[in-house]
């Protein structure tokens, strides 16, 4: 099955700098990947994706970047601010499956914003 | 609409008791999944319905655990003799049709605690 790597699993920054996340994927068959922020006590809320066939999606202030070859996806926020602040996780699925094996999420990585 | 809904938002149980969790999907969704999010596990599936029917339970962690929709809408999970290893967030998403690709839209989740 599908194995999602994901690092730091802390990150720091001031506020205004750019934050980066990474993830890696095992399964070459994985053709979509969702982020998803979770703030506490909240469940997890989609904020940006990318599928298979784009190698970079820009959102405002967020853009993932994918790289198929490597296994390997990113997500960059820029001009972070205080609200920034939460558990970010990646995950990855594959659509030969159809939604039946769900996605496989990374462990998390807690984002703090210093003001 | 109203987004995933899940009840009861928090749940203290005794171990050896049995509980149940319920999710409302969004309305029109045929595709429902279920993930367990505990401490340094991270976000884990569980179980996805198309419909009433789930193809495959091998993600359910044992067979104290099953799960049911009906109507094509609300679904229930059903932990059987609750055991401590079972405290965990319980999370909800559903989605449009069940593609791989499609978005997951997560519920608040089901704060289980067992003593």
């Known amino acids: 099955g599908e194995n999602v790597e994901q690092h730091p699993s802390t990150l720091s920054v001031q506020e205004g700098d750019s934050a980066v996340i990474k993830c890696t994927y095992s399964?070459?068959?994985?053709?979509?990947f969702p982020w998803y922020k979770q703030e506490l006590g909240k469940g997890p809320q989609l904020i940006i994706d990318?599928?298979?066939?784009?190698g970079e999606k820009k959102d405002q202030r967020i853009a993932v970047t994918l790289n198929k070859t490597a296994k390997h996806f990113s997500l960059h926020i820029t001009e972070t601010q205080p609200e920034d602040s939460a558990v970010y996780f990646c995950?990855?699925?594959?659509?030969?499956?159809?939604?039946?094996?769900?996605?496989?999420f990374g462990k998390g990585t807690h984002l703090i914003i210093q003001p | 609409g109203a987004g995933v809904s899940q009840s009861p938002s928090n749940k203290v149980t005794e171990k050896g008791k049995d509980v149940e969790l319920r999710c409302d999907p969004i309305?029109?969704?045929?595709?429902l999944y279920w993930y367990r999010q505990s401490l340094g596990q991270g976000l884990e599936f569980l179980i996805y319905?198309?419909?009433?029917?789930?193809?495959?339970k091998s993600g359910l962690p044992s067979d104290r655990f099953s799960a049911e929709r009906t109507g094509g809408s609300v679904s229930t999970l059903t932990i059987q003799r609750t055991q401590q290893e079972d405290s965990a967030v319980y999370l909800c998403?559903?989605?449009?049709?069940?593609?791989?690709?499609?978005?997951?839209?997560f519920g608040p989740g089901t704060r289980l605690l067992v003593l």
């Open positions: 998403a559903s989605s449009l049709t069940g593609t791989g690709e499609e978005t997951q839209y």
């Open positions: 399964d070459s068959a994985s053709n979509y």
């Open positions: 990318i599928r298979s066939n784009v």
């Open positions: 995950a990855a699925s594959a659509d030969s499956g159809g939604g039946a094996d769900g996605l496989t």
């Open positions: 309305s029109g969704h045929t595709a």
């Open positions: 319905f198309q419909g009433n029917s789930a193809p495959d």
